[in-house]
């Protein structure tokens, strides 16, 4: 191949995606609060954020953002292992530790470093790992980074899952189970039970990606598998700063011992820049403001059930479990693109999802509610649908 038919193959590219419904682009927008967004010039209501507390828009996390940035400034110059750990990364390691009941943290720059770095950190290519179909992103790459044998179980099938460990878990130096507790596009809830059982049978880990249970789900928001009273020995628990703890960033809560590991080991880690102090420090103060948030947890789980029976009494495709992840399920793309824009022109923004985010058949509308959200935004949104 020339350059010159490498670009031509990347405009056909291009092209295929616009006649399949599956372009995309960057829309200018500023939020105005948890709920509203000027979206190219045009006021919505939207339901399109992962801030699942709305804490990005608590006066206490702002101050202290902005307090932290005045004194110390924007950036923080160096990964951590070079420049060192800042007094805000010390005391943010700590929270999460009080917070998970864990030895110790280690905070990434995003929930999908945190993730990459933790699968390349620990698995090898002597290893088997069997992955959710439908995992987010950031574990499939992590899985492929690893160079382990990956075999890919049919979404929260445990009878799928145990006849892949039986045939194959004695091939093996360690088997892992890697899958999300909440997944991102349909909400739905992993059978962490099940899968924990599974993992004693075959003497498999789990890991875990929290990042859509952090904050939302169990007591003190803890996510699911503080809420299933899973057996830590048997899981590595991954989670994220930047959904309803309203910031940015990845961590791991978890022993000592991985801990050092990932020091060691994680590159997502050791190679890019620290967080700004501003943005462990507003973290941490929004995780003690969260695990004091038990009656919004509360309220948001039950605005989601409600839109979902609402929805079902209407005639559209969603799922039953309680989570503030509601999706609306379509034929295809264009008829996914085709509602959320005729939702804009009635004021409301929900975002369609189409492949490669979800498979061919799996296109949605993807409800995001948060605590700031009524039951009269919600009922706007179901007059206009």
Same mark, same amino acid.
């Given at each position: ?71 110390? $400034? ?6 951590? /292992?070079?420049?060192?750990? %800042?007094? =805000?990364? @010390?005391? *943010?390691? #700590?929270? +999460? ?13 995003? $929930? ?6 933790? /699968?390349?950190?620990?698995? %090898?290519? =002597?290893? @088997?790992? *069997?992955? #959710?179909? +439908? ?251």
């Amino acid at each position: 191949m020339t350059p010159s038919e490498l670009w031509n193959s990347l405009a056909q590219d291009l092209q295929d995606r616009q006649t399949n419904g599956l372009s995309r682009s960057l829309v200018a927008n500023r939020p105005l609060g948890p709920t509203r967004i000027l979206r190219d010039g045009k006021e919505l209501l939207h339901f399109a954020s992962n801030d699942y507390l709305a804490l990005a828009w608590h006066p206490q996390v702002r101050e202290e953002f902005q307090k932290i940035a005045g004194q110390i $400034g924007v950036g923080s110059g160096a990964s951590p /292992l070079i420049l060192g750990a %800042s007094e =805000q990364y @010390l005391r *943010l390691v #700590d929270t +999460l530790a009080q917070w998970h009941q864990s030895d110790s943290a280690v905070v990434f720059p995003s $929930g999908y470093a945190a993730n990459l770095g933790t /699968l390349r950190a620990l698995v %090898s290519p =002597q290893d @088997l790992v *069997l992955s #959710d179909a +439908l995992n987010h992103a950031c574990l499939i790459d992590g899985c492929r980074l690893s160079k382990a044998t990956v075999k890919i179980y049919h979404h929260r099938d445990l009878d799928a899952l145990e006849h892949l460990l039986a045939a194959n878990r004695s091939n093996f130096r360690m088997a892992f189970v890697v899958t999300d507790t909440i997944f991102s596009m349909d909400g739905d809830i992993a059978p962490i039970a099940g899968i924990e059982s599974l993992c004693r049978k075959y003497d498999a880990i789990g890991i875990a990606d929290e990042a859509h249970a952090t904050g939302v789900i169990g007591r003190n928001g803890r996510g699911l598998l503080d809420h299933t009273q899973a057996d830590r020995s048997l899981w590595i628990k991954t989670g994220t700063l930047s959904k309803a703890v309203g910031g940015v960033g990845g961590y791991v809560a978890a022993s000592h011992l991985l801990c050092q590991t990932l020091l060691h080991r994680a590159r997502s880690l050791i190679f890019s820049t620290a967080l700004p102090a501003a943005v462990l420090a507003a973290a941490t103060c929004s995780i003690e403001i969260l695990q004091k948030m038990d009656p919004q947890r509360q309220a948001l789980i039950e605005l989601g059930v409600h839109l979902r029976n609402e929805l079902a009494l209407r005639g559209y495709r969603t799922n039953c479990d309680p989570t503030p992840i509601v999706p609306i399920y379509v034929r295809d793309p264009h008829e996914a693109t085709e509602l959320s824009n005729k939702l804009i022109k009635a004021g409301i923004y929900v975002p369609a999802i189409r492949p490669p985010t979800v498979p061919p058949q799996g296109c949605l509308l993807r409800v995001s509610l948060n605590a700031a959200h009524t039951h009269q935004d919600c009922q706007k949104l179901l007059s206009n649908l």
